[in-house]
């Protein structure tokens, strides 16, 4: 039985490379094959009707994810072009249960056949556009809020700029056309009226881009021997985690108001972490654990908010040139370099500036805590 079947399979290959390879030949210009033109149409109608008594139905799933038998592939001769089905249509399977791949022209010649192919909806969205968008940014006067603040802004974007330093974020505000307010974030009295202030000069935001943080340096057991005041725990977890959660409430009550847009997405929200998130060193334990709830935090937000078309993302930089860096020294800061894997070089804030605004133009994005870190894996000590 084994023989008779690969005799057969055989047979069948060298039937098609005698109705295809001499057409492929006569592109040539050189052959001249047209007396073989009457023996291969006769060849390949015996071919096909050989082929309807053995081809595999097409398959098509369902969005229940179970099978949906549909009538077989459709065929056409090689050389004419295949009517595509619209968009959301079955695609053909091949004769073993394979899915071709796309051509050109959604279509693809598979020995000798034409199978018709899905077209993709073109009309999916392609995210939030920024443009006359009002976005708020806390810590937006400097480092990597500063950046982002800029690039939202140049994107079309109404910029609302939140943080403790008042004169810096004024100044960044007058710079791009948008507006600044004092704003504590661990405060909710004074948060609240930062982003009232926003809202009542550039409308209510459906961008929250949160890089408001400190980073401190803390041990469990001071070098005296004592334990740690628990104020100088606290203070890192309640700026970088409360005042995130702080600004991410906020904002998503403003944005669940509103109108939607495309997918009905109604709001766009991305927080900042850090690589000390996964793998803190040695005197991070309260900047770890702060930047470790803000990444942990992602998809909780993100999976309560989907229902009011709000998405959560986290960016979890490495090591960036920013004001936290400058305390520094230029020792220090090489020895962490060279955990850096490529670029050896600190990040910029214009390239977290650009990951923050793709984020929020990529409709599909949501949920995640990415690392932007050149592959740094930080050493304990």
Request: aromatic share 4%; charged share 20%.
């Amino acid at each position: 039985m084994g023989t008779l079947f690969a005799f057969f399979v055989l047979l069948v290959l060298l039937v098609e490379a005698f109705c295809i390879l001499p057409s492929h030949l006569s592109h040539v210009g050189r052959w001249s094959l047209s007396p073989l033109s009457d023996i291969q149409t006769a060849v390949r109608d015996w071919l096909d009707g050989l082929r309807d008594a053995v081809v595999v139905p097409a398959v098509s799933w369902s969005v229940a994810g179970k099978p949906d038998i549909r009538n077989r592939s459709r065929r056409l001769p090689c050389g004419s072009r295949a009517v595509s089905p619209p968009p959301g249509s079955p695609i053909p399977l091949g004769p073993h249960g394979s899915y071709p791949s796309a051509g050109p022209d959604s279509s693809l010649c598979l020995r000798g056949q034409r199978l018709a192919m899905q077209v993709p909806d073109r009309r999916a969205s392609r995210g939030m556009k920024v443009d006359r968008q009002t976005a708020i940014v806390t810590g937006g006067a400097s480092g990597l809020g500063e950046a982002t603040a800029r690039a939202l802004a140049a994107a079309g974007a109404r910029v609302g700029i939140l943080d403790i330093d008042e004169e810096p974020a004024r100044r960044v505000a007058a710079e791009i056309g948008g507006a600044a307010a004092a704003c504590d974030v661990v405060d909710p009295a004074s948060h609240e009226a930062a982003v009232a202030a926003v809202r009542e000069r550039l409308g209510p935001a459906r961008i929250l881009v949160a890089c408001a943080g400190i980073a401190p340096s803390a041990r469990l057991i001071r070098r005296d021997g004592n334990a740690i005041a628990l104020e100088t725990v606290t203070r890192a977890i309640r700026v970088n985690l409360i005042g995130t959660i702080n600004s991410c409430r906020l904002a998503a009550a403003d944005m669940a108001a509103l109108e939607p847009m495309d997918d009905n997405e109604r709001g766009c929200i991305v927080t900042t972490a850090s690589v000390a998130a996964f793998e803190g060193r040695i005197g991070q334990l309260d900047y770890a654990a702060s930047k470790g709830g803000v990444a942990a935090m992602t998809a909780p937000l993100a999976r309560e908010l989907a229902g009011e078309g709000i998405r959560v993302n986290c960016i979890a930089p490495g090591l960036m040139e920013t004001p936290m860096m400058s305390g520094l020294s230029e020792p220090a800061k090489r020895f962490l370099l060279e955990a850096t894997v490529y670029p050896k070089r600190l990040g910029k804030p214009e390239e977290y500036a650009a990951l923050a605004l793709h984020i929020v133009e990529n409709a599909f994005m949501n949920g995640s805590v990415i690392r932007f870190d050149g592959a740094l894996r930080t050493v304990p000590e």
